[in-house]
């Protein structure tokens, strides 16, 4: 069994509402000297059969066509490190 | 200028529907083999300052106040690598 994991941030220059409201929400609970916030999501993929080539390559299609969006998202596939 | 990010995934114990509905999608799209799937979030924080001990303290709290919901979620906090 492998397991990968997928994280999925919004590009660079999409608006990122969630991580502008995080970022607006600190300084009211006392964190000071935030300079940005972005928000995205994490995947932990387990599939069948070792780690190899073949699923890695198998994951990043996942990636591209489920778990991210590739018009406002960048995404990105490693093996989990427990 | 220091950059981390924290990764925040729902406790093993705790139901988690979005990961299911991708499990769940996953073979109508053609992907069989994956045993698993769970979804979280994840941040990247940026603040004022060197990384050092003390941000990576405040953004632990960060994590543990806001970020997450330590009833039901785990986080882990790094330093972003880029």
Chains 1, 2 share one sequence.
Do not use: C, W
């Not at 390559?57 to 490190?81: F, G």
């Amino acid at each position: 069994m492998a397991r990968y994991v997928v994280d999925v941030m919004p590009k660079p220059e999409i608006l990122d509402p969630q991580g502008k409201a995080v970022l607006g929400a600190l300084p009211r609970l006392g964190f000071d000297g935030v300079l940005d916030v972005r928000q995205g999501k994490r995947f932990e993929v387990e599939v069948d059969g070792d780690a190899s080539e073949e699923t890695l390559a198998e994951v990043r299609k996942m990636a591209e066509t489920l778990l991210s969006n590739p018009v406002i998202e960048d995404y990105s596939v490693s093996e989990h490190q427990p």
